[in-house]
């Protein structure tokens, strides 16, 4: 890899090295004609396949004149299937059972924290009694924080506890899919009776079918019908249901008619957790790995949970292939190029929502302790709404994430602030002004 590195330097400008090649780790694995080099992530791994892969092989074709070699772009957490850091129940992540359910995503190996904690207890009773607590189950968060494992473990385990019960789960996008082929095929009568002859419907990430109609339409229908039968309908969204944008009002009413529920951001002390449990499944035969490994790469992936899971793998990869030990300096090297862009996205993100709160209490002349304080003086709340409203509207996070900024508040507080003032704004000329001289001052301190 070397080799090839160096003769690529001849081709390419230092910046695409800088930008692709310089973030590869070399892997000493070598099987079956393949030698694995691992891209730091998808965008890299298909920039290379795309434009650099032809080239790679041709020189790897004139190092090992004899033995056809090529190489073989992966993602860490692809390679780990192959290596002995992992048992035969691997496997069972590739085993679905009806529809689309995967038996590896259960209720056991789902970690519960204050985050998830209340999402999860209902999960289990609507799994205990199917059709009966709360229909449909919607379950909203953002992305990576196991809407779609929670739901997959109510199928499973139903699934388990009842054979004959069918249960389908699809994702959005397909059932977009499914109804447009059905239409091209005409072949309503199969989808009809696929749809209707379900006892469990999980329909997964309901945001993609904003701007498709028809298909909401039709699923308007199928939810009609199933419900009518109280078959369960669960169903997972990035948002709560009133916020859905372009979802029919039909649809989204009966989905608030339901029970929603939300999982937040893990803590540090989840995420330890998290992690402690992959590791007993993921890797079995690495024991006691030290806590301040773990803690340490919890504290660095800290808003996603697959991201957090991809993090681990990759150390382990990184620490079996090479054959050395699990440390903080050796995690610290294994996930070096994560570490690196996450640090820079935290910096600016962090730093300009920090700005926003400092520019609102500069110019209200309050602390920006109090701006995110408990006291609820208008003197501080206002400066506090319009800040919320400001970073809600130039990032356009999750409420609850703003809440968090805001000495953890929740996502409705955050919600109604936001929406105060926008509506304040419609007629209050005075704020119109306060916020725009604001708006400029923040400008002017990004720059
Ligand atoms: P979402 O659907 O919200 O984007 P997923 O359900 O796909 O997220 O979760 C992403 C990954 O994180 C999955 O591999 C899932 O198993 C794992 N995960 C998320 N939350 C937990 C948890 N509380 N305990 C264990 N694993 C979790
Ligand atoms: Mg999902």
């Known amino acids: 890899w070397q080799q090839v590195l160096s003769s690529l330097h001849e081709f390419y400008s230092e910046d695409i090295f800088d930008e692709i090649f310089s973030q590869l780790s070399n892997v000493k694995k070598h099987s079956g004609g393949y030698i694995y080099v691992i891209a ?230 989840h995420r330890v957790e998290i992690l402690r449990k992959k590791l007993t499944t993921e890797a079995p035969d690495v024991n006691d790995l030290d806590l301040n490994v773990l803690e340490f790469i919890a504290s660095y992936f800290n808003t996603n949970v697959r991201e957090l899971e991809g993090a681990l793998k990759r150390v382990l990869f990184y620490c079996v292939t090479n054959n050395i030990d699990i440390s903080i300096d050796t995690a610290t090297e294994a996930l070096d190029s994560l570490i690196k862009t996450r640090k820079k996205t935290a910096a600016l993100t962090e730093n300009n929502y920090d700005k926003i709160q400092s520019v609102v209490s500069d110019y209200y002349a309050i602390s920006v302790h109090d701006l995110i304080g408990k006291r609820r003086n208008s003197k501080y709340t206002l400066p506090r709404h319009i800040a919320m409203y400001l970073i809600k509207n130039k990032y356009n996070i999750a409420y609850k994430t703003i809440g968090s900024l805001f000495g953890n508040r929740d996502h409705s507080t955050v919600l109604a602030a936001c929406e105060k003032i926008e509506n304040e704004l419609k007629h209050n000329n005075e704020m119109k002004i306060a916020v725009d001289t604001i708006l400029k001052k923040i400008e002017k301190y990004s720059n």
């Open 40 to 269: 730091p992530n998808p965008y890299t791994k298909s920039r290379i396949e795309r434009l650099y892969l032809g080239r790679i092989n041709h020189i790897a074709s004139t190092i090992y004149k004899k033995e056809l070699v090529k190489f073989k772009f992966v993602l860490a957490e692809e390679l780990i299937g192959e290596t002995s850091l992992v048992g035969p129940e691997k496997n069972l992540e590739h085993k679905y059972r009806h529809g689309d359910l995967n038996a590896t995503l259960s209720f056991d190996n789902f970690v519960v924290g204050k985050s998830n904690r209340f999402a999860f207890q209902m999960a289990l009773k609507v799994a205990d009694q199917p059709g009966v607590v709360a229909n449909p189950f919607y379950i909203f968060g953002d992305v990576g924080l196991g809407k779609t494992h929670l739901m997959q473990a109510i199928g499973n385990y139903i699934a388990d506890n009842d054979i004959t019960k069918n249960i389908l789960y699809i994702k959005a996008s397909a059932f977009i899919e499914e109804f447009a082929n059905q239409l091209k095929n005409q072949t309503i009568d199969e989808f009809n009776e696929k749809y209707r002859d379900v006892d469990v419907l999980l329909i997964d990430d309901i945001q993609m079918m904003s701007g498709a109609p028809k298909t909401q339409m039709e699923f308007f229908k199928v939810f009609d019908f199933l419900t009518q039968q109280n078959k369960q309908i669960v169903i997972t969204s990035d948002k709560p249901a009133s916020e859905l944008k372009n979802i029919m009002s039909r649809l989204t009413s009966r989905f608030e008619q339901g029970l929603l529920v939300d999982i937040g951001v893990p803590d540090l002390e």
